[in-house]
């Protein structure tokens, strides 16, 4: 069946351009993830959704990033007046719930120039 | 503050056994264990959890010590498409978020 996609695959955003991420999760999955990857390093935990209610935003790196979810499924990250700092790969994750494995898009690489 | 332990990297032949050690010494009663690999350019992929019982699937067996303050992930005849970036992760009950760590780079070769 089909996975998590996530899109697009590539973005290149000059400094103080705002870009948005999105994420199709696998149907009915309940739960849905952001992770932050940098070069080289493990991914790091973003933000977590059930349904349409975000319910933890506390990996959120500054009032720059946004994420929504406003149906329930499909997902949005946003990042305003984007900096060098932001370049990484953003990884998307789902779940049948919130405590069972997580089944992760390929990421979206962005690099900030 | 880490929770896992492991090695940076490891290298392993091709069709041999490849063991991935994982301390967590401070586990607490209720955690499980978790492992995925990252394959370059693709999203982790979860392999294999357990609490206290060894456990076995089609990709790999986990092997918890009794005092479940260590672990290994043994791919039984690894492949070169094993070459991934393989990630220990302890997990309570209801946590809901991965805590990744730096994980180990496998190489398996030909």
């Known amino acids: 069946g089909a996975g998590v996609s996530q899109s697009p695959r590539y973005k290149v955003a000059k400094r103080g351009q705002d870009v948005a991420l999105r994420c199709d999760p696998i149907s009915g999955h309940v739960s849905l993830f952001w992770y932050q990857q940098a070069l080289g390093q493990g991914p790091e935990f973003l933000t977590y959704?059930?349904?349409?209610?975000?319910?933890?935003k506390s990996g959120l790196p500054s009032d720059r990033f946004f994420a929504e979810r406003p149906e329930g499924s499909v997902s949005t990250l946003k990042i305003q007046r984007t900096q060098q700092e932001d370049s990484a790969v953003y990884l998307c994750a789902s779940s049948l719930v919130d405590s069972y494995e997580q089944y992760f898009g390929p990421g979206t690489r962005l690099t900030v120039t | 503050d880490a929770k896992t332990t492991q090695p940076p990297s490891m290298d392993c032949a091709e069709g041999r056994a490849a063991n991935l050690p994982c301390n967590h010494s401070?586990?607490?009663?209720?955690?499980?264990v978790y492992w995925y690999r990252q394959i370059h350019s693709q999203g982790p992929q979860y392999i294999i959890h357990?609490?206290?019982n060894n456990e076995t699937n089609e990709m790999a067996s986990l092997i918890i010590t009794e005092d479940r303050k260590s672990s290994t992930l043994i791919l039984p005849h690894a492949t070169l498409r094993d070459t991934a970036v393989y990630y220990c992760i302890v997990r309570g009950p209801n946590d809901y978020k991965l805590s990744f760590g730096a994980g180990t780079t496998v190489t398996v070769r030909a």
């Open positions: 401070t586990i607490s009663g209720n955690e499980y």
């Open positions: 357990g609490l206290k």
């Open positions: 959704f059930q349904n349409e209610a975000q319910l933890d």
